[in-house]
């Protein structure tokens, strides 16, 4: 099985969030960044389903320099190699933009199976699957929390999460899964892990490389871009009710004051 996983490095979920004020992309710069926390469940299922079936899994992500550490996690965890699509034209590209470039880079592999998250923590657009099966010209499985793969039929079947149970959904390999996080539980990178991947392979590929026109990339040719932003007012204190025999009507008051009954 020729396995690859799409991960992206993204500010830390505890950190203060904000827009760069020159460009108003995410501030990727003055706060902790790590592996999206989505992506370490792709990573773990990608690595059971190699040991399951045997082949090597390989990390995809785009992103700074800094997302190389990233890249060494997941190859601590145990994938076997990496592509790092970095270049500074890439900066501030869209959804629509990611996905032709990754896709282009994931196309050069081959792969029986691509993993991607349902979302990253920084956009929540939850749409990186889709699209890359799109341009890809895959099928594409969505909010896997199973996956089942038989190599020798050619074919792939997850319990697709819904609200009222799961759904049975069967493709033809190769395919686009996108997991959620009830599939699976990351695996810690061991120390061994970690040291070996220092010496795992790793591509580093600019835009030109990947045969990216610079034009079709970058924040100047995004289809959607922040307009303006503004920093959330502090919250204020709330209405304290004491009820002295009246707080129901206190409370109705309140509520009718703010036309909410």
Known sequence: MNIVVTVKQVPDTWAEKKLDAADKTVDRVSVDNVMNEMDEYGVE???KIKEAHGGEVTVVTMGPAKALETIRKALSMGAD?????????????DALQTSAALAKV???LSPDLVITATEASDARGGVMGALLAERLGL??????????????AGKVSIERLADNGYALVEASLPAVV?????INQPRYPSFKGIMAAKKKPLTTLSSGDAGLDAGSVG??????????AQ???????GTIVKDEGDGGVKIADFLAAQKLI
Request: aromatic share 0%; hydrophobic share 40%.
């Open 178 to 182: 996108g997991v959620v996080e009830k």
């Open 139 to 152: 099928p594409q499985l969505t909010q896997a929390r199973k996956v089942t793969v038989d190599p020798a």
């Open 231 to 237: 920093s959330a007012p502090p919250r204020q204190s």
């Open 106 to 108: 994931i196309a050069t």
């Open 45 to 47: 299922e990608a690595l």
């Open 81 to 93: 190699k990496a592509v790092h699509l970095t270049d500074d034209a890439l900066h501030g590209s």
């Open 219 to 228: 924040l100047a040719g995004a289809g959607s871009t922040v307009v303006d």
